[in-house]
């Protein structure tokens, strides 16, 4: 618990000053300039994921001059970055503004020259740790990694990762990402790998490959990209998915097939995501008034009950911001006790190994 108060704790020694600008509304010019451009291009934002569908909602009523153009909603962080760099010449619809990626990718796409600096008034209440100081890339939200059981099809719920080994659960296992280009399933494959007991990093990535390939070659994995339908349907009855996701498609489906959010008992790994604004976007002020509202109070609550943990969820806490009822519909505090964020560098790391070794370790062609 102590890593996760590490990452999440805010100084306390904000000033005054500070304070009262991090409740500040966007500015009259900010605003206009923004209705003038008329458009905010997305990618990669599912309804169902973190409550975006209510937090595009919200800002699609706040400002209805702003058309919100939603690219490819099931896409992977790496298909974000792709999708930048394939539109750096193109002002189209086709060009995103913005995008949401694993913490990975931040960095990188702030190395290759691919997003631009811009700092949103409540910067002081995001945790240091989470944020590039330049203001090129900031920390939205965090979960952790969960299985997402369809109790119809699964008699005896999996606990831990060893479990899914078992012969019980033949066919039934999936990812929910493309491990190749997806920062979730990237990331499972290190939950996976500190199952095993490696050593976050390099280490744990390829510990994860060798026992996917051990699932695979035991028949139970389904090479299918994991979701709320597809758990319906039963051809992928266990999803591995973080558990904001998890718990969104479990309310989505309403009972209809009964289902059950596990968080593994032996590793629980925490996964943050970034915010960054294209450097190329077609509508940089629109791009900054989505930010705006994305670490408003409305948006951080947005996502809170999308059943994410918002950067700014400890300063809201404290300032009395956050209704008990949306503290309550999270799992119960002791499944994150065991939480581990893996560093920036752990995280590069098992991306490295992962997705350059997936197909010659593994050899399933998720999609």
């Given amino acids: 618990m102590s890593h996760m108060r590490r990452l999440l704790s805010l100084s306390t020694a904000m000033v005054v000053a500070s304070s ?3 409740f500040a509304e966007p500015s009259a010019e900010l605003i206009a300039a923004a209705k003038a451009e008329g458009m905010l291009t997305t990618i990669a934002l599912p309804h169902d994921w973190c409550g975006y569908g209510d937090v595009i ?22 298909d974000e970055i792709e999708a930048i760099k394939a539109n750096k010449d193109n002002k189209g619809p086709q060009s995103p503004d913005v ?3 694993g913490l990975a990718f931040g960095p990188q796409a702030k190395a290759d020259g691919l997003i631009q600096p811009y700092k949103v008034s409540t910067w002081d209440e995001i945790p240091d740790t989470i ?17 997402l059981v369809n109790k119809d099809l699964v008699a005896n719920t999996p606990k831990d990762w060893a479990d899914l080994l078992k012969p019980e659960y033949a066919g039934q296992v999936a990812l929910a990402g493309d491990p190749r280009a997806s ?4 990331l499972a494959v290190l939950a996976a790998g500190l199952g095993k007991g490696a050593k976050s990093g390099k280490e744990a990535g390829e510990a994860g490959l060798a026992y996917f390939a051990e699932l695979n070659k035991a028949g139970n994995f389904v090479p299918v990209i994991g979701k709320s339908g597809t758990l319906a349907q039963g051809s992928t009855p266990i999803v591995v998915a973080w558990d904001y996701n998890a718990l969104g498609w479990a309310k989505t489906l309403n009972g209809n097939p009964p289902t059950e959010v596990v968080v593994p008992s032996s590793a629980v790994l925490a996964g943050v995501y970034v915010q960054a604004i294209s450097a190329f976007a077609p509508h940089p002020n629109a791009a900054k008034l989505w930010m705006e509202h994305l670490y408003s109070d409305d948006g951080q609550l947005g996502w809170l009950k999308g059943y994410c943990h918002p950067a700014r969820f400890n300063a809201m806490v404290k300032a009395g911001k956050v209704p008990q009822e949306l503290i309550d519909a999270l799992p119960p505090a002791e499944s994150y006790e065991k939480a581990y964020f893996p560093t920036l560098e752990e ?6 190994a992962v997705t350059g070794a997936w197909d010659g370790v593994v050899g399933a062609n998720v999609q």
């Fill in 20 to 22: 009262s600008f991090a």
């Fill in 57 to 78: 909602a919200s800002f699609k009523a706040k400002y209805p001059e702003i058309q919100v153009n939603e690219l490819n909603p099931d896409a992977g962080s790496a």
């Fill in 99 to 101: 995008i949401d990626v």
């Fill in 131 to 147: 944020k590039d100081a330049e203001g090129y890339w900031y920390g939205d939200y965090y979960g952790v990694m969960s299985f």
């Fill in 183 to 186: 920062n979730q399933a990237i």
């Fill in 347 to 352: 995280v590069d790391a098992n991306k490295a």
